[in-house]
């Protein structure tokens, strides 16, 4: 991935970074009109969930596009670090099952002492 892509690419998330912040802002606009003591016009909060509804649609087409094009560039291919961050999550997974069991069998032997 050259610079120039990388440039574009992170302009396409900062977009998505706007874009963002726009449907909160209409997510905002609809809770406020909805809770307007007068009633809720409903001209505007029509307007309001078709704009967030594509805003939505653009964001997720965005993302995927951008996903698919980080994996297509691998810069680390030959990098263990993946393997070595798996690893190190199985090992910690393991001893916590390993200290659930060694609870379970302490619980266990005090109930058959206690028998």
């Known amino acids: ?9 992170l302009q396409r998330l900062q977009n998505v970074e706007k874009t963002i912040v726009r449907v ?7 809770t406020d009109e909805l809770s307007n003591p007068s009633g809720p016009r409903k001209d505007l909060v029509n307007k309001h969930c078709a704009e967030f509804m594509q805003s939505i649609k653009d964001i997720q087409v965005t993302l995927r596009e ?38 379970m069998k302490k619980t266990i032997d005090e109930h058959q002492s206690a028998s």
């Open 66 to 103: 951008e996903i698919k094009s980080a994996c297509e560039y691998r810069p680390f291919e030959k990098c263990d670090y993946i393997a070595r961050i798996s690893n190190e999550i199985c090992c910690e997974k393991l001893e916590y099952v390993i200290a659930e069991l060694d609870g």
């Open 24 to 30: 909160l802002e209409l997510a905002g606009g609809v």
């Open 1 to 9: 991935m050259d610079s120039q892509s990388q440039n574009t690419s």
